[in-house]
């Protein structure tokens, strides 16, 4: 975030709570990823990396008292007592904090009462995990952080489980793990059921990522979300009964897919042919990174476009336009959608040199079609969460 409107929000924070004295920053990154969608909640592999938007909480510790907070995005108050933590009726952003500070309690973990200002300038809605940013940020702030306390992984099954039980979103572990692991110029391959990861380095100087906002996200999202989730649960309990020691559909091939297609209904079937070749794409995208084959790896993230068009549907009108668009662009190796989809992200690979000119037609090409202004970002690979004294 910029060195300015950082200055702006603790000028903000001197205002409202008289000063600035002893004032704590907790960061948290957005993500995109490049490329394993819908695969998390699966125990599947996923490749994201953390952008350079955040959200931020400036928060100083309290002795007593509730936790107090100003969310300068929204334009409004939260206040909620810790030992009485209950979902705000009309204040969605509050309760990803809230829930957070109930599944740190319920862990026997030490929370404090903080008063605070969230400022976040990740994109809300575009797929790029605001809410687990959100969740990350609170988290760091409200934690007294004594020695012995959660690992990282730890915080990011805990800051899933408040989005899981309390918000009510069945998200799968990525957003929240990558905002807490990622380093500088790195990718993160996660494997999301042993919560094994690992650094890939990305060649900035040769490619960038470039991610193209539709500026539309669609109501049936959230609801589509969960059904897509159970429909997956329900295609590995039935090829279960078939094969022994299947758990989820991380343990499926597409050779065993196609031999167990016919206890599937055919949803069931779409489903979870996406989320085993979505898997088998994202160990292909690995060797092809780790083998500078940029050209490999763009076209697995085009064929993972095709996948979540056709077999989860979970594209929409303006998510196609915009593939189509940059995939008719120089300098383009690869384009798909991010995210939960309905709305949101593309992600695209560009070559570094024509970033600028793909930016450019993106935005004119998009606006000429849909009657819409996108956003576009350039982002490079950025360091995870982190509390900084200002």
Same mark, same amino acid.
């Given at each position: 975030?910029?060195?300015?409107? +950082?200055?702006?929000?603790?000028?903000?924070?001197?205002?409202?709570?008289?000063?600035?004295?002893?004032?704590?920053?907790?960061?948290?990154?957005?993500?995109?990823?490049?490329?394993?969608?819908?695969?998390?909640?699966?125990?599947?592999?996923?490749?994201?990396?953390?952008?350079?938007?955040?959200?931020?909480?400036?928060?100083?510790?309290?002795?007593?008292?509730?936790?107090?907070?100003?969310?300068?995005?929204?334009?409004?108050?939260?206040?909620?007592? +810790?030992?009485?933590?209950?979902?705000?009726?009309?204040?969605?952003?509050?309760?990803?904090?809230?829930?957070?500070?109930?599944?740190?309690?319920?862990?026997?973990?030490?929370?404090?009462?903080?008063?605070?200002?969230?400022?976040?300038?990740?994109?809300?809605?575009?797929?790029?995990?605001?809410?687990?940013?959100?969740?990350?940020?609170?988290?760091?702030?409200?934690?007294?952080?004594?020695?012995?306390?959660?690992?990282?992984?730890?915080?990011?099954?805990?800051?899933?489980?408040?989005?899981?039980?309390?918000?009510?979103?069945?998200?799968?572990?990525?957003?929240?793990?990558?905002?807490?692991?990622?380093?500088?110029?790195?990718?993160?391959?996660?494997?999301?059921?042993?919560?094994?990861?690992?650094?890939?380095?990305?060649?900035?100087?040769?490619?960038?990522?470039?991610?193209?906002?539709?500026?539309?996200?669609?109501?049936?999202?959230?609801?589509?979300?969960?059904?897509?989730?159970?429909?997956?649960?329900?295609?590995?309990?039935?090829?279960?009964?078939?094969?022994?020691?299947?758990?989820?559909?991380?343990?499926?091939?597409?050779?065993?897919?196609?031999?167990?297609?016919?206890?599937?209904?055919?949803?069931?079937?779409?489903?979870?042919?996406?989320?085993?070749?979505?898997?088998?794409?994202?160990?292909?995208?690995?060797?092809? +990174?780790?083998?500078?084959?940029?050209?490999?790896?763009?076209?697995?993230?085009?064929?993972?476009?095709?996948?979540?068009?056709?077999?989860?549907?979970?594209?929409?009108?303006?998510?196609?336009?915009?593939?189509?668009?940059?995939?008719?662009?120089?300098?383009?190796?690869?384009?798909?959608?991010?995210?939960?989809?309905?709305?949101?992200?593309?992600?695209?690979?560009?070559?570094?040199?024509?970033?600028?000119?793909?930016?450019?037609?993106?935005?004119?090409?998009?606006?000429?079609?849909?009657?819409?202004?996108?956003?576009?970002?350039?982002? +490079?690979?950025?360091?995870?969460?982190?509390?900084?004294?200002?």
């Amino acid at each position: 975030m910029e060195y300015q409107i +950082l200055r702006q929000m603790v000028e903000k924070f001197a205002r409202t709570y008289g000063s600035a004295r002893g004032l704590l920053c907790a960061h948290a990154p957005g993500r995109v990823n490049l490329i394993g969608e819908h695969t998390d909640y699966n125990g599947g592999f996923v490749l994201p990396m953390a952008v350079s938007r955040e959200i931020l909480v400036l928060f100083r510790p309290v002795d007593r008292g509730p936790v107090r907070l100003w969310s300068e995005n929204y334009g409004q108050w939260d206040e909620f007592d +810790l030992a009485d933590i209950s979902p705000s009726p009309d204040q969605p952003w509050a309760n990803y904090v809230r829930g957070v500070a109930h599944v740190l309690l319920e862990a026997g973990l030490p929370v404090r009462p903080i008063e605070g200002i969230v400022y976040g300038d990740i994109p809300i809605g575009a797929g790029l995990s605001s809410s687990a940013a959100l969740e990350v940020s609170s988290a760091l702030a409200l934690l007294t952080h004594p020695p012995g306390g959660p690992d990282r992984k730890e915080l990011a099954l805990l800051c899933q489980r408040a989005e899981n039980a309390f918000v009510g979103v069945n998200c799968g572990i990525m957003d929240q793990f990558v905002s807490l692991h990622a380093e500088q110029d790195r990718a993160v391959l996660i494997d999301c059921r042993s919560l094994d990861y690992d650094l890939v380095p990305l060649e900035s100087s040769v490619v960038r990522v470039v991610v193209c906002n539709t500026m539309v996200h669609h109501e049936l999202g959230a609801s589509a979300y969960n059904e897509r989730r159970a429909t997956c649960e329900s295609a590995a309990a039935a090829i279960a009964r078939r094969v022994p020691g299947v758990k989820q559909l991380r343990d499926v091939s597409s050779e065993l897919l196609q031999g167990c297609r016919d206890l599937l209904s055919e949803v069931e079937l779409k489903r979870a042919r996406h989320v085993v070749t979505e898997n088998e794409r994202v160990s292909e995208a690995l060797t092809a +990174l780790r083998e500078g084959d940029n050209a490999r790896f763009g076209e697995l993230m085009n064929a993972s476009h095709e996948s979540l068009d056709r077999d989860y549907e979970v594209t929409c009108d303006e998510l196609n336009v915009m593939v189509r668009l940059a995939r008719r662009q120089r300098g383009v190796l690869g384009a798909r959608m991010t995210g939960g989809g309905f709305g949101g992200c593309t992600v695209n690979l560009v070559l570094a040199e024509e970033v600028d000119r793909f930016s450019a037609a993106m935005a004119e090409g998009y606006r000429e079609q849909t009657g819409l202004e996108p956003g576009v970002y350039e982002f +490079l690979p950025v360091r995870g969460a982190r509390v900084e004294r200002i």
